[in-house]
């Protein structure tokens, strides 16, 4: 059926006077001559110009470094992570260390050897006198005679450099160990009334008559002297997000020492209460209430087929595919992650904590970028109640790349793609996560340029029509950090413009219900509200047009008086202009009001035939925003990344980071403070980094039961060539076709560029029985 379909659809547009008869057609291709399409082929081999300078360490070096820094000889009385208390020194993450631009040019761009690797190794040490977590550079690797350990300090601006104090670290196995037994004790004084008011108990994470889950929420210190712990009820299973019960308990969880660990006190009804006498006392008067109980059903929130709602009219047939009917385009270096697609070129790599990254982006031979990369996906909730009203997520914090996993081909990806593994370190081996980044390349949905001409007299209506086929190379990779499926996707588009986009989907992190509270989301279950919040995520893009001397125009389309003297009654009338200046100084900025500012990354060195600098447009796509709140508490300092639409820096090599994985405990005292990135500088003519964000505001609604919605969640923007070329560049690309009507007959002819339509039959295999288990190595 498939391949008769195809041969339909060939007939469609082929033109009257070359359609053989039906039965003739389908005798032409017959089952015998249909060959199946090649959408399982493996992507043409390219071999890259030069090994990924960028690409993570090996495994290898993986488990000599591991091996290195317990030796003895590097007295850091390491202990192994397994057997660690909050009072021990040990490696909490190792991951691979970035490279500095200015020794990676000189390889990749001259005759220099490739740079040095490096591991990044946090080490948290819980044993010295003063508690820190503190950041190492190892290498250069593989490990050998001139491997060092050194503090790595040199891109953290917050005044420590790569340390952190203890309060202000990461909430791992062993502080969450640590507090235990005070919650233990504060939930069993009070089990009663949680039996009472929830049906539910806590007598400790491992004691089999609990029947509720403990959540807690960050961030945990303002500026690393003070610690608490603030944790919410949630029933249990696969759908906890959105059954929390109404019940809160604040820990003040300051320092190692765990017997100087007490109870803030509990939340409920909105109410605060010090102590359990405090909160007993209200509950046997009558004052505390379960108004809209949450049911422990979860099945109306599990992402399956509702049998309720029936069945939708023809749902029974397949969905439209995009498949890469012709085979493949793009070219791939599998050892050396780099690929190459019509007239693009590019390096990918990875990290655990930021995830998917691509460095040297080419077109046609020429640098737009030397490296874009995520810093940030951060979350802000809004509410009255202590998990919503005090939660700021930096999902870094939380190794955003460990959390890239299995996609479902022909779903989270079209069938055929080419898939590729996420590795990363986790402590002496390396997880890999197979079928965790996708590569495909996609219709558009639309011509890349079309134009219809002349209608008058034509028996077609037309002289001309001319389309050229739109496609883009798509690098995706999906995350779910907890309740989060973040899909970042990447596509590369023909005509030289790169479109960044993500979408979020997945459980909402949602409250109790109250309805005196809908100012802070709707009501979206029995006993639930989804509680609003910002999504921002962060990019740096550090274009490189042609050089790295760049400098960021800024065009505003103003309006101005004028008058014309071959209309002279007009009189004095408006009229728009535009006034173009490149910007001086580095500065975070905001798009334009109705879209009255245009924003390029230029090099004033290098002109277009026409006389004109040649850069790229920074062209705003779906919901852009940035930050809500700028002076809140639990932000104030350690998100100033987030908190406007783009950014412009010079470049220096001790400023990798917009944002470090470790800030959401530091709001007030950071260790890295985006804010002091501007120091006046000139970015006229310099090596210029951009900072951007997309995200949504995402206003809460019933529709986001069972999970959010891609199709709504969705953020973008567009690098697209500005001057850049001498005209648009479709005119080399092949999938086009030019239709000319004879003007007296109406017969129709055309140019196909000898670029045959294919006859093949499609053979989908189920993507279930595809996917493969992780592995350590």
């Known amino acids: 059926m498939l391949a008769e379909s195809l041969v339909a659809a060939l007939l469609a547009i082929a033109p009257v006077s070359a359609r053989p008869e039906p039965d003739l057609w389908r005798r032409a291709v017959s089952a015998a001559d249909v060959r199946t399409c090649a959408l399982t082929d493996e992507a043409p081999h390219v071999k890259a110009p030069k090994a990924n300078a960028w690409a993570p360490i090996s495994p290898q070096d993986v488990k000599d470094v591991w091996k290195f820094v317990h030796a003895p000889e590097r007295a850091l009385n390491l202990t192994d992570p397994a057997n660690a208390t909050l009072t021990d020194n040990y490696v909490f993450l190792v991951d691979t260390l970035y490279l500095n631009k200015t020794q990676v040019l000189s390889y990749i761009d001259g005759d220099a050897a490739q740079p040095p690797k490096y591991a990044r190794v946090v080490i948290f040490e819980g044993g010295k006198e003063e508690p820190v977590s503190q950041e190492y550079m190892v290498g250069p690797l593989p490990v050998g005679a001139e491997t060092t350990i050194a503090p790595y300090d040199y891109p953290f601006n917050g005044g420590l450099g790569g340390k952190i104090p203890y309060d202000g670290r990461y909430m791992d196995g062993k502080r969450t160990a640590g507090y235990q037994p005070l919650l233990k004790q504060a939930m069993t004084d009070v089990a009663d009334i949680t039996k009472a008011l929830f049906n539910g108990t806590y007598y400790g994470a491992s004691d089999p008559r609990t029947d509720i889950v403990a959540a807690n929420t960050g961030p945990h210190s303002l500026d690393g002297s003070q610690s608490w712990i603030t944790i919410m009820f949630r029933y249990p299973g696969a759908a906890s997000y959105v059954t929390p019960i109404d019940f809160y308990i604040i820990l003040d969880i300051t320092g190692t020492d765990i017997s100087k660990y007490t109870l803030r006190g509990y939340v409920t009804n909105t109410k605060f209460f010090k102590t359990a006498d405090e909160l007993r006392k209200a509950f046997e008067a009558g004052e505390i209430i379960s108004e809209f109980p949450q049911t422990r059903d979860q099945e109306w929130a599990l992402l399956k087929a509702v049998p309720e709602m029936g069945v939708r009219d023809l749902d029974d047939r397949i969905a439209p595919q995009s498949i890469e009917i012709g085979g493949k385009r793009y070219k791939l270096d599998r050892e050396n992650q780099y690929v190459e697609f019509m007239g693009w ?40 109640q202590p998990k919503a009203a005090n939660t700021v997520y930096h999902d870094t914090y939380f190794s955003i790349g460990s959390t890239s996993a299995t996609l479902i081909e022909g779903f989270d990806c079209p069938f055929g793609a080419t898939m590729l593994n996420v590795t990363y370190p986790a402590n002496d081996v390396t997880d890999v996560h ?14 890349v340029a079309r134009h219809r001409y002349g209608s008058g007299g034509n028996p077609n209506g037309f002289s001309n029509i001319a389309a050229v086929k739109s496609s883009a190379l798509h690098a995706r990779t999906i995350a779910t950090i907890g309740n989060y499926d973040y899909l970042f996707d990447y596509a590369f588009h023909v005509d030289g413009s790169i479109e960044i986009e993500v979408r979020a989907s997945g459980y909402l992190q949602s409250s ?19 509680s609003f919040h910002d999504h921002i995520l962060s990019w740096k893009a550090d274009f490189d047009i042609i050089s790295t001397k760049n400098s960021l125009q800024r065009t505003d389309l103003i309006v101005v008086n004028q008058t014309q003297p071959w209309f002279p009654e007009l009189g004095e009338f408006e009229q728009m202009e535009l006034k173009a200046y490149n910007m001086e100084k580095e500065q975070q900025f905001n798009w334009a009001q109705n879209g009255q500012s245009m924003f ?137 076709r030019w239709i000319t009507s004879n003007a007296t007959t109406g017969e129709i002819t055309y140019e196909d560029q000898g670029l045959q339509l294919p006859t093949c039959k499609v053979a989908l295999e189920e993507p279930a029985t595809k996917i493969l288990p992780w592995l350590k190595i």
């Open 512 to 530: 109790p219900y109250y309805k005196d509270q809908t100012n802070f989301g709707a009501r979206v279950g029995l006993g639930t509200q989804g």
């Open 600 to 736: 390029c990354v230029v090099n004033d060195e290098e002109k277009n035939s026409w006389g004109v600098s040649r850069g790229y447009r920074l062209v705003p796509g779906r919901s852009n925003v940035h930050l809500s709140t700028h002076n809140s508490p639990f932000s104030k300092h350690s998100s100033h990344i987030l908190k406007s639409h783009l950014a412009v820096t010079q470049h220096h090599d001790n400023e990798p980071y917009g944002n470090s994985w470790q800030n959401v405990n530091l709001p007030l005292k950071p260790q890295q403070d985006f804010s002091k990135l501007f120091n006046d500088e000139s970015v006229d003519g310099e090596d210029i980094v951009v900072w951007f964000n997309l995200g949504m505001h995402h206003y809460t609604r019933s529709e986001d039961i069972p999970v959010t919605l891609y199709s709504e969640a969705v953020s973008s923007i567009v690098f697209a060539p500005q001057n850049f070329h001498d005209r648009a560049q479709e005119g080399d690309l092949q999938n086009r």
């Open 345 to 384: 070129s590019f390096y990918m790599s990875f990290t655990r904590i930021l995830g998917l990254m691509f460095y040297d982006i080419k077109f046609k031979g020429e640098r737009i970028i030397y490296e874009l990369s995520l810093q940030e996906a951060a979350a802000q909730y809004a509410g009255n």
């Open 434 to 447: 197979p079928q965790g980044i996708c590569l495909f390349e996609s219709d558009s949905g639309y011509p």
